[in-house]
């Protein structure tokens, strides 16, 4: 996970340690090993099963981007499914279970990482995005999802968070400035979009 989306998924510990947490007795039930089975992609590089969740107040994060995300649509977005690496956060309050994807290109004879994608879902409303990010959160629709697209002032990452079956689907963007012009939000939409059709009605 790159330094920016650490700091921007740690400001919520304050922002949120006072909002009231979701009843659990609601809760999805588990998927049988047939299901897991059929619903999981086959993915190029493996990865370690998701760290336990201690997001007390609110229902666990049951839906793994890291696992679930195709390689196809990692490739469509523009980034190498290859490249593939957990980027989980886990809160008293919260939880983000994720994974990281990197784009690379030939730079002075050297193949360099110009921008990476962070796919997460997370037990955070859309709501508690809207108050956090304020005037900077401007609303859209991602294939017809309700969501949020934003930048940090300064930044070299831009953002779209969509409501997604935990909560809300966060997709980031950030590029490597030393070795690219490209603009941060540059496709974010179509990026957003591509991730949304993974979901599959989720």
Known sequence: ?????IMAVASFCAATAVLAGCDRAGSAKE?????TATTR???AVSVAPPPAQVST????VKHDPCSELPDAAVSSAGFDPSTRARADQI????????CTFAHKEQIRGQLL?????????TNITLDEFRAREGANA????????????????NAEACYITMTGPDGT????KSVNGAFTNEPPCQRIDEIAKTIEESLNGK
């Open 1 to 5: 996970m790159t330094t920016m989306r």
């Open 31 to 35: 998927p049988s090993q047939t299901e």
């Open 41 to 43: 992609p086959s993915l």
């Open 57 to 60: 107040g609110r229902t666990d």
């Open 91 to 98: 809160h008293d309050s919260y939880a983000f279970i994720g």
């Open 113 to 121: 990482t110009t921008s990476n994608l962070t796919v997460s879902s």
């Open 138 to 153: 401007r609303a859209i629709k991602i294939n017809g999802r309700d969501a949020i697209t934003y930048q940090k002032n």
């Open 169 to 172: 689907i966060d997709v980031g």
